[in-house]
Structure formats: structure tokens, C-alpha cells
């Protein structure tokens, strides 16, 4: 059974960085493209980014592009997402979700194993 852990959610003040990270454990990491997806209360869950298997290739929603980064060290079983200049928008439950294929995609319904989230709150 595969499963995911995420961690380094916190509160931070508008403009500060947080870095999130998932660990995976069940089955072989390289063998999963990676993504981290977030959920603000009332709303659907939203595509943030994804990489693929070797962490060569990568997608971003626009409204985090430039900001966020997403990395991934399969030596560590762990995928990383850098947040850079936090807007109190990005406040969401994040969650970070592996899918049985080489290649990353932006839509939820597409993944098969699901983290339990990290809350991010950024304050004005």
C-alpha cells in the first residue's frame, strides 16, 4: 500500500517562503509522477504543479508560476514544493498525490494515492 505523508505547512506572514514536503513509502519512488494540489474551504480542489518521474519535466498552475517550485530527490522518497513570495490567496489545505506513470498531469482525477494535507495559512 502507498502512502503519502506531507509536512511544513504552517501561518506565515504575506511575502515569507514555506517548503512543503512529501514522503512515500509502499512502493518504488521513480516509478510515480508527483503532484501537490491545494483546497481552500468551500472551494474544489485545485492543480498547483506536477513533475514527472525523473523530475525532468515540470507544470505549474499560472497563479504560481515564477513564485513556487516543485523538486523531487528519489534517493529520499520525497517531493519537495518551494513557496516563494506567499499572497494570503495561496491559504489552502495542500496536498500532494502520486500517479503509476512516468509522466505528470494537472488534473486530480488522474492520480491514484492522495497525502492527508498540511494546512498553509498566509497572513496579510
Known amino acids: 500500500q502507498v502512502q503519502l505523508v506531507e509536512s511544513g505547512g504552517g501561518l506565515v506572514q504575506a511575502g515569507g517562503s514555506l517548503r512543503l514536503s512529501c514522503v512515500a513509502s509502499g512502493r518504488t519512488f521513480s516509478d510515480f509522477a508527483m503532484g501537490w494540489f491545494r483546497q481552500a474551504p468551500g472551494k474544489e480542489r485545485d492543480f498547483v504543479a506536477a513533475i514527472s518521474w525523473s523530475g525532468r519535466s515540470t507544470n505549474y498552475a499560472d497563479s504560481v508560476k515564477g513564485r513556487f517550485t516543485i523538486s523531487r530527490d528519489n534517493a529520499k522518497n520525497t517531493v519537495y514544493l518551494q513557496m516563494n513570495s506567499l499572497k494570503p490567496e495561496d491559504t489552502a489545505v495542500y496536498y500532494c498525490?502520486?500517479?503509476?506513470?512516468?509522466?505528470?498531469?494537472?488534473?486530480?482525477?488522474?492520480?491514484?494515492?492522495w497525502g492527508q494535507g498540511t494546512q498553509v495559512t498566509v497572513s496579510s
Open positions: 498525490a502520486a500517479r503509476l506513470t512516468l509522466y505528470e498531469t494537472r488534473m486530480p482525477d488522474e492520480y491514484d494515492y
